[in-house]
């Protein structure tokens, strides 16, 4: 760790967020005309919010990797030192890939097998930015796997994180903050390991805070596929990249709980299709006095609802403080 690298982290961060909170208005504003929104259904009054605000946490992040890259190679004695690596460009473009397909989603349904597909194949890009294959898992050993890691293992971790984040959201700034947190920790690892990559989760980290600022209840602004699976992408692609793959899975707990609390549910469903208990509810609603009314404790952010009266802003707030301990666990694992 360097204070270059500190310093470039500072900048970075401020850079990102600041350009958020200030074009982020215009932007809710342009997306009002246009009509693009969606319903808000934890509002009594079913609002409509527009969405697709991932558009912009992607777009500021690469105008960020284009100014840098422009002052990098700028002629003397104007260049600025801004190391950009192979590592940050790869993770970017894995990001974008996701984030442009989850665009295409909320257009076309193009059916699981063919998203499964395209998303498993997006991750190749990060071939050529990981150093090492060898993984090490606590208390049993080193393995190296060799083209295993890179053809199977990489693009399996970086699909799977990108849909636990998908999935685990709903709420008014729940899947932005818990991405915001779930970076914040990465960059701090990042930093103290001395990885490339510091670069881009600066920028995504700032950026996605700044979003949070506007989609923290109650939102004016909702991310939509291309945010929480861009993000997600970028969470996956940091932790195969590094090799942090154990670690990155401690902090992905509670995202990994809620998809087989969901996994769960579906197949009582099928099994008891007849049984009310386990009918298929994608929302809940807002009781008369602002408490949440959930139909079962089936995906985590329903479970503190289900059994206690809790408004959604108290509930997000919950399931942060429920990452946190896993984030600063996943932070001290050295694997």
């Not at 260049?79 to 192979?86: A, C, D, E, F, N």
């Not at 942090?244 to 992905?252: C, N, T, Y």
Request: glycine share 8%; charged share 10%.
């Amino acid at each position: 760790m360097t204070m270059q690298t500190i310093e470039l982290t500072a900048v970075m961060l401020l850079a990102s967020f600041a350009i958020v909170m200030v074009v982020m208005p215009r932007f809710i504003e342009k997306l009002k005309k246009r009509g693009t929104v969606a319903t808000d259904q934890y509002k009594r009054d079913s609002r409509k919010i527009p969405t697709w605000g991932g558009v912009a946490i992607l777009a500021v992040v690469f105008l960020l990797f284009g100014i840098a890259t422009l002052l990098e190679y700028l002629p003397a004695p104007f260049s600025v030192p801004i190391r950009v690596t192979g590592v940050d460009w790869a993770i970017l473009v894995v990001a974008g890939l996701f984030g442009a397909f989850g665009l295409v989603d909320d257009f076309v349904d193009v059916g699981r097998p063919v998203k499964i597909l395209m998303l498993f194949f997006f991750s190749y890009r990060l071939i050529f930015a990981i150093g090492s294959t060898i993984v090490t898992i606590p208390f049993i050993g080193s393995f190296d796997f060799g083209a295993y890691y890179l053809f199977l293992i990489v693009p399996i971790y970086v699909l799977v994180a990108a849909n636990l984040v998908n999935m685990h959201s709903g709420f008014n700034g729940l899947a932005s903050g818990l991405s915001g947190i779930v970076l914040a920790f990465l960059l701090v690892k990042f930093i103290l390991t001395g990885y490339d990559g510091v670069f881009v989760l600066s920028c995504l980290t700032g950026a996605t805070v700044g979003f949070l600022w506007y989609n923290w209840y109650p939102a004016r602004i909702f991310m939509a596929n291309i945010g929480s699976l861009s993000l997600g992408a970028a969470i996956g692609a940091a932790i195969v990249v590094s090799g942090f793959l154990v670690s990155g899975f401690i902090m992905l707990i509670p995202h990994t709980i809620n998809f087989l609390m969901y996994v769960y549910w579906r197949l009582m469903h099928k099994l008891h299709p007849e049984d009310w208990r386990w009918s298929i509810e994608k929302f809940g609603k807002v009781r008369g006095d602002g408490t949440l009314g959930v139909p079962n404790p089936l995906t985590l952010k329903w479970v503190l609802p289900y059994y206690f009266r809790m408004t959604e802003k108290q509930a997000v707030l919950a399931m942060y403080a429920l990452t946190l301990p896993f984030c600063i666990i996943g932070l001290f694992i050295p694997y």
